[in-house]
């Protein structure tokens, strides 16, 4: 029944922009916590995003600190990822997942703190 669909990847030249969306069935996205991840070939799964709830509380790690926002519109049961002035090591597969159990500020980028993942969407950044 839980169930999370990121989209919006694509490829685009250095420099541009991409706006990745994670949408929720099965569950209302406004009662969790969101994680962004990303996966490259050969490298394990990293976070670059996480947004609480609430959406006071978001962290970036400084690979794309200032680059990378997250929001949320839990309206619309989505979370999304606007992902700006992109680098060829930003190609990954993108993630979204989704956690319950942190309470309404919490806030994390640790890939084993998640239950509920997405399928990934595809970021190819060239040169």
């Known amino acids: 029944q839980l169930q999370l669909v990121e989209s919006g990847g694509g490829l685009v030249q250095a420099g541009g922009s991409l706006r990745l969306s994670c949408a929720a069935s099965?569950?209302?996205?406004?009662?969790?916590?969101i994680g962004w991840f990303r996966q490259a070939p050969g490298k394990e799964r990293e976070g670059v995003s996480c947004?609480?709830?609430?959406?006071?509380?978001?962290y970036y790690p400084d690979s794309v600190k200032g680059r990378f926002t997250a929001s949320r519109d839990n309206a619309k049961n989505t979370v999304y990822l606007q992902m700006n002035s992109l680098k060829p090591e930003d190609t990954a597969v993108y993630y979204c997942?989704?956690?319950?159990?942190?309470?309404?500020?919490?806030?994390?980028?640790?890939?084993?703190?998640?239950?509920?993942w997405g399928q990934g969407t595809q970021v190819t950044v060239s040169s």
């Open positions: 997942a989704a956690d319950p159990g942190h309470g309404a500020r919490w806030c994390g980028t640790n890939r084993h703190e998640y239950n509920n």
């Open positions: 099965g569950f209302t996205l406004g009662h969790y916590s």
């Open positions: 947004i609480s709830v609430s959406g006071d509380i978001t």
